[in-house]
């Protein structure tokens, strides 16, 4: 491949988007419309980055011991052998670890061991709590997304690193082993993103800043966190040290009633020091795509959509992540709920134009883990010069 010119690799998201499409078929896409956009979108996502190989994954689940809490943590490790940097995925509120797969299969195919962990006070038990089935959402999200919770989840974060670090020394013949801890990147959802960005350095009142060693190269916040309540947000993000791209939409609210303006999670990437940093703004992404928590299911030879809460994983590996909020009103209270979008989720939406959304930011966060972690030059050029072109008008890639 020469630099500057688009990418002709296979891109890891094709089997992806043809999910999607073929989700799309499901709910009803006949004739022509059901065949016109795989072609399009099939045709725009091999111009996209793509590394210059491609790796089988096997997957593994363990359950690692942090700050004496049982966790359960999922490893997607590339199949051939060798030794792979390390991204370490966090997720939002009230998901399990299994979280994210549309994002850590890709990395993962592109020479990644992905580890993705959550503590228990914010995985799936939230949804089940007595405050939830009373329908209070923006409470527990001001609970989850204040500084005390933060906090804990900082210092998760820190033993989380800590562990695959013992065990990266002490177990060389497991998934943990092959990991080279002196390349990692810390990637992260909503509130897992809030916990990524006081990786990158954030600096917040009331919480203990966190101190990362040379081998943490670079965060990715997918839909960053901002809070327009207090002052001092321009000292907040002053202080970020790492390379950091942010992935955010024009629809980024979320469910809870929490951020009810998108423009609020570029405030990051607006008060950031400058030096390689990225922020991807779709254009009408919902705030549940970039969950990458896809709940298509394979039942003979079809894909069909289950529904559920947030955080919801059914016990199935998903396909794709063609998701989008909506929120129901119960005795006067907005309860979150996530809903397949094989139907429209919008005014001129489509299972189409969802993979396309999903292609972008398989590309651009696959090209940034490449460009930084692995310092690969081509992928630099992909991204200061051809990723733009690629995304047209739907998507806008900033950087400083």
């Not at 419309?33 to 996209?48: C, E, H, I, L």
């Not at 990991?179 to 990786?199: C, E, N």
């Not at 809070?227 to 469910?255: C, H, K, W, Y």
Request: glycine share 10%; net charge neutral.
């Amino acid at each position: 491949m020469v630099a500057g010119e688009p990418s002709l690799h296979l891109p890891l998201c094709i089997s992806l988007l043809i999910a999607a499409l073929l989700c799309c078929a499901t709910f009803g896409c006949t004739g022509k419309s059901a065949v016109k956009p795989d072609a399009t979108v099939q045709a725009y996502a091999d111009r996209g980055y793509a590394p210059g190989q491609r790796f089988e994954t096997t997957a593994t689940r363990e359950t690692w011991t942090i700050d004496s809490e049982p966790v359960d943590v999922t490893l997607l490790v590339p199949a051939q052998t060798g030794r792979y940097p390390l991204v370490v995925y966090l997720p939002g509120l009230g998901e399990s670890a299994d979280a994210g797969l549309v994002w850590r299969k890709a990395w993962a195919q592109a020479g990644y061991v992905v580890l993705s962990a959550q503590s228990t006070r914010d995985g799936p038990a939230v949804w089940s709590s007595s405050r939830a089935r009373g329908g209070d959402f923006i409470d527990i999200a001001k609970d989850a997304f204040g500084a005390t919770s933060l906090a804990a989840r900082t210092q998760f974060a820190r033993g989380l690193l800590e562990e695959a670090s013992r065990r990266n020394h002490t177990a060389r013949d497991t998934a943990v082993g092959r990991i080279d801890m002196t390349r990692v990147a810390v990637a992260g959802y909503d509130l897992g993103a809030q916990t990524a960005m006081m990786v990158a350095g954030e600096s917040v009142p009331g919480v203990e800043a966190m101190q990362v060693g040379k081998g943490v190269k670079c965060v990715i916040a997918l839909s960053p966190y901002a809070d327009f309540s207090g002052m001092g947000l321009e000292s907040n993000f002053r202080s970020i040290r790492l390379p950091v791209l942010g992935v955010t939409s024009a629809q980024d609210t979320d469910a809870y009633g929490l951020v009810r303006s998108a423009a609020v999670r570029r405030a990051p990437f607006q008060y950031m020091p400058p030096g390689q940093k990225y922020l991807l703004i779709l254009s009408g992404a919902p705030h549940s795509l970039l969950a990458g928590v896809g709940t298509q299911t394979r039942d003979k030879g079809k894909y069909t959509a289950d529904q559920g809460t947030p955080g919801s994983q059914g016990g199935v590996e998903p396909d794709t992540a063609i998701l989008s909020d909506e929120a129901t009103v119960t005795d006067g209270r907005q309860r979150p709920r996530n809903r397949s979008s094989g139907a429209a989720a919008g005014p001129g939406s489509s299972s189409a134009r969802r993979a396309k959304e999903v292609a972008q930011v398989q590309s651009v966060t696959a090209a940034f883990l490449d460009a930084i972690v692995k310092n690969d030059l081509i992928a630099s050029e992909w991204l200061s010069r051809n990723a733009q072109p690629w995304l047209g008008e739907t998507a806008d890639l900033q950087s400083k």
